[in-house]
């Protein structure tokens, strides 16, 4: 019996297993390495980590993890978890069963694009989710926001600080008053709301955008407003009760509305979704966890 089972290897649970193996308790990752940022090259933000590809973050931290001979990992996809009277049980697709006290759930999110031919492409190479992240690599470009929504109020807006050369393309919605639309074209900033029909380039780069009704612009990158979506629905199934945004609702150690059950990084929707918060989340919900069970033990 594990003190913690960890599903997810990102930096919230890969923290979390450190914190928790610090405190001398046995415990049990689980991942499947597929993490969110695996199309870039390089992860900026994390300070002391910056512009480090996300391979090499990961190996670092399991240098970290080495020193611990309580903290075991695998790579292995989890099919499914039950609660059981002194815990949970946890399956993994190659049919394995582990058990454990405690449940961290840190699976974090995955990327929906919009529905343009070849986006996957040019999606961590020279589009991307968020500026604060890749922003500066962008900077003073020709570059494009791509958003279908009501979002691009605020990202056209945002983005505007690392680029002033700046176009904002809805792919074919026309959602946008003439009065949302005044401020974009005082600063400088076109928007095309035509349907996009190719992004062209090379390795990843892009070059050039094609419109329906036939007009073209040469672009050097840019941000894409994607849909964020639960990687895994543990929650759901563990009857985890979730915020407005989607996200497993916790309080600040990490503690769901399911005894036990823990969640940290993405998966909580907690603000902005960066490295460093996922870390910090899991390093909170170690210590959250590590605090239950001395409590349940003393
Ligand atoms: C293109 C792109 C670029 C980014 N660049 C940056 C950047 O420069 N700086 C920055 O701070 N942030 C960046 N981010 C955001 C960052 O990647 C996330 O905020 C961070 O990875 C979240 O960490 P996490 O631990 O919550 O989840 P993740 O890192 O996504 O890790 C979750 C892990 O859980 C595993 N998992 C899911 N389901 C299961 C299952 N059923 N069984 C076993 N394992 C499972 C996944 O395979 C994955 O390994 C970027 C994101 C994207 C998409």
Redesign the pocket.
Known sequence: MFDCII???????LNAALVLGRAKRKVLL????????A??H?????LTRDGIEPSAFKEAAYADLRKYPNIEWTQ???GAMTKEQSGFSVQTEKKETYHARKILL????K?HLPDIAGIESF??SSL???PF??GWELRDRPLVVICEDERVLHSGKLIWNWSKDLVICTNGQRFLTDEQKKPFLANGIEIIEEEITALEGEDGQLQNIRFADGQEINRKGGFVAVDLQQ??AFGKALGCTYNEQGGIKTDPFGRTSVAGVYAS???TFNGP????L?AAEGSKVGAGIVIDLVEEEF
Do not use: W
């Not at 689980?30 to 940022?37: F, Q, V």
């Not at 840190?106 to 999110?109: D, M």
């Open positions: 599903i997810g290897g990102g930096p919230a649970g689980l991942d499947e390495n597929k993490p969110r940022n199309v870039t390089a992860s900026h933000g994390f292995v996809r989890v840190a699976t974090g999110l990327d999606y961590g991307f989710p968020c992240c890749d990687a895994a990084g993405d998966t979704q960066q490295l460093i996922a």
